[in-house]
């Protein structure tokens, strides 16, 4: 019986990287009951995110680039769930 491994789909866009840098190094997750993004504020996991990006930006994409997408993206992302009741 042949098995096959999941592929993950491709990464499209640099703001798709940027997010994926950020999951992978746990400086944000995804909330479970809507799907937002959250920032975890963990500063080692954002500095784990900064070094990726400064050592594997994606083909063609400057280093600086790479840099400032993920920064961008971090900015974005705030730390609660929008759609969450809050406490």
């Not at 997750?29 to 400064?54: K, Y």
Request: charged share 30%; proline share 8%.
């Amino acid at each position: 019986m042949l098995m096959t491994k999941e592929r993950r789909p491709a990464i499209r866009t640099l703001r798709g990287w940027a997010i994926n840098v950020l999951q992978e190094a746990g400086a944000i997750r995804e909330c479970e009951e809507h799907g937002w993004m959250q920032d975890r504020a963990d500063p080692h996991a954002r500095e784990r995110a900064f070094d990726i990006a400064r050592q594997y930006p994606p083909p063609g994409v400057s280093l600086d680039e790479a840099f400032a997408e993920v920064r961008d993206v971090l900015d974005s992302i705030g730390d609660t769930c929008p759609e969450c009741p809050h406490q």
